[in-house]
């Protein structure tokens, strides 16, 4: 049978009338979903996505970062750290993602030794006036690592120097990504040194007492305390996790560091509980790693 004119354009108009009512359906129900996207965000919501090729890299935290008695007893040696370090041997995160003749130009190192959560944010205000494409953290285990447990920094204080640090950096550079070490096992570098005489003679001289002290002792005091320091650390590094996960920009390495096994041939021959050239080469490797994988660790 014929369809008339009038009744073809009548069709017409109620075919596009639907689509239309589709079309507008859809963006309401796409501007109310709060479900997952494939890509791990929400539905609506184009976050910023993590550049695996950062192209320059300042570095904040504290001994490990600067390389503390890797090259000589008792002092710094910022050309072999793991962040911006130019040493060949290293192969230090900066020399990896930039290049070795790039690492001068475009990386800065602003750890201190000594430093604890408390002076993060004064370090993030020197590398935030670079506008780096990436901020590497390492911090933590002087907060650990006082002359006795109980002085140790609290867990609310160390969150609220790393929430603040984070603050800083975005307000003053927004665009920088952060890549955050988790804290080392500090009892597992106490195991590796404690049956050496040089080394306790070594540890006499201050460093970790909190973990440190009386290292041949077995007694339930010295366990306890030990014990003490290494479920604080743990502490610290969820506290690094859960605040860095508020943070789109913001990568934790998942307790990469905190679970290496570090033995005698990474750790500094002057007091076994500092990396040496190795163990800043294997932090290097870590951080490489989780800085250029497309998704974050789980």
Same mark, same amino acid.
């Given at each position: 049978?014929?369809?008339?004119?009038?009744?073809?354009?009548?069709?017409r108009?109620?075919?596009?009338a639907?689509a239309?009512l589709?079309?507008?359906?859809?963006?309401?129900?796409?501007?109310? *979903?709060?479900?997952p996207?494939?890509?791990?965000?929400?539905?609506?919501?184009?976050?910023?996505?993590?550049?695996?090729?950062?192209?320059?890299?300042?570095a904040v935290g504290?001994?490990?970062?600067r390389?503390f008695d890797a $090259? *000589?007893?008792?002092?710094? $040696?910022?050309?072999? *750290?793991?962040?911006?370090g130019?040493?060949?041997a290293?192969?230090?995160?900066?020399?990896?993602?930039?290049?070795?003749? @790039?690492v001068p130009l475009?990386?800065w190192?602003y750890?201190?030794? #000594?430093?604890?959560m408390a002076?993060?944010?004064?370090?993030?205000?020197?590398?935030?006036? !670079? +506008?780096?494409d990436?901020?590497?953290?390492?911090?933590g %285990?002087?907060d650990?690592?006082?002359?006795?447990?109980s *002085?140790?920094?609290s867990?609310a204080?160390?969150?609220?120097?790393?929430e +603040?640090?984070l603050?800083?950096?975005?307000?003053?550079?927004?665009?920088?990504?952060?890549?955050? %070490?988790s804290?080392p096992?500090?009892?597992?570098?106490w @195991?590796?040194? +404690?049956?050496?005489?040089?080394?306790?003679?070594?540890?006499?001289?201050?460093?970790c007492q909190?973990?440190l002290?009386?290292?041949?002792s077995?007694?339930?005091?010295?366990?306890?305390?030990?014990?003490?320091?290494?479920?604080?650390?743990?502490?610290?590094?969820?506290?690094?996790?859960e605040? $860095?996960?508020?943070d789109?920009? $913001?990568?934790?390495? #998942? #307790?990469a560091?905190?679970?290496?096994?570090? #033995?005698?041939g990474?750790?500094?021959?002057?007091?076994?509980? !500092?990396?040496? +050239?190795?163990?800043?080469?294997r932090?290097?490797e870590?951080a490489h790693r989780?800085?250029?994988a497309?998704q974050p660790?789980?």
């Amino acid at each position: 049978m014929r369809t008339t004119a009038p009744r073809r354009r009548a069709r017409r108009t109620l075919v596009g009338a639907g689509a239309a009512l589709a079309v507008a359906a859809g963006a309401l129900t796409g501007c109310q *979903s709060d479900g997952p996207a494939p890509d791990g965000g929400h539905r609506g919501q184009a976050g910023p996505r993590w550049n695996t090729a950062p192209r320059s890299i300042a570095a904040v935290g504290d001994s490990i970062t600067r390389g503390f008695d890797a $090259c *000589s007893v008792l002092a710094d $040696c910022p050309e072999v *750290s793991w962040a911006t370090g130019n040493d060949p041997a290293v192969q230090s995160l900066a020399a990896r993602l930039l290049g070795e003749s @790039e690492v001068p130009l475009r990386s800065w190192n602003y750890a201190v030794t #000594g430093s604890r959560m408390a002076d993060l944010a004064g370090q993030v205000a020197a590398a935030a006036a !670079h +506008k780096p494409d990436l901020v590497t953290v390492m911090v933590g %285990s002087n907060d650990a690592c006082r002359p006795t447990a109980s *002085s140790m920094t609290s867990v609310a204080q160390f969150r609220a120097g790393f929430e +603040k640090a984070l603050a800083d950096l975005r307000a003053a550079s927004p665009a920088s990504q952060v890549y955050v %070490s988790s804290v080392p096992d500090l009892q597992r570098l106490w @195991e590796q040194g +404690k049956d050496s005489p040089m080394v306790r003679q070594v540890w006499k001289l201050g460093i970790c007492q909190s973990m440190l002290a009386d290292p041949l002792s077995a007694a339930a005091g010295a366990t306890a305390r030990r014990e003490q320091v290494r479920a604080r650390v743990v502490e610290y590094n969820e506290v690094l996790r859960e605040v $860095c996960a508020k943070d789109a920009l $913001c990568r934790y390495d #998942g #307790g990469a560091v905190f679970q290496y096994p570090f #033995g005698a041939g990474q750790l500094s021959r002057w007091d076994w509980f !500092h990396p040496g +050239k190795d163990g800043q080469a294997r932090l290097a490797e870590l951080a490489h790693r989780q800085v250029t994988a497309a998704q974050p660790p789980r």
